[in-house]
């Protein structure tokens, strides 16, 4: 399974961005799907995350009605809807597989990866 981030760039404070992530090589549609990110010299920590359908979705307290996870399963897309972004959040974001149902917010839940994609929010 390969999966493809993008969408990172620089934002101004109180902007929105869409971070998009790509699947292929694998049943998308029986993955849940995940998002963490990890900011210079901090571990990686738990954005959010979407089970099969979008019935089922788990958010860190940090982007909590601010941000939003989304699958798209026509084009096995999962996006990340952010609004309201703060400097904070600047980091390297990371979306993440999990072949077995599981929807956890650990790192070690996730089997597959794709490369990060950086977002910048200035002040």
């Known amino acids: 399974v390969q999966l493809q981030a993008s969408g990172g760039g620089l934002v101004q404070a109180g902007e929105s961005a869409k971070l998009s992530c790509a699947a292929s090589?694998?049943?998308?549609?029986?993955?849940?799907m995940a998002w963490f990110r990890q900011a210079q010299g901090k571990v990686r920590e738990f954005v959010a995350a979407?089970?099969?359908?979008?019935?089922?979705?788990y958010y860190a307290d940090s982007v909590k009605g601010r941000f939003t996870i989304s699958r798209d399963h026509l084009k096995g897309l999962v996006h990340l809807q952010m609004n309201n972004l703060k400097p904070e959040d600047t980091a390297d974001y990371y979306c993440?597989?999990?072949?077995?149902?599981?929807?956890?917010?650990?790192?070690?839940?996730?089997?597959?990866w794709g490369q990060g994609t950086l977002v910048t929010v200035s002040s």
């Open positions: 993440a597989a999990n072949p077995h149902g599981i929807i956890g917010q650990q790192p070690s839940d996730y089997e597959y």
């Open positions: 090589g694998g049943p998308f549609n029986m993955y849940t």
């Open positions: 979407v089970g099969v359908t979008d019935a089922i979705s």
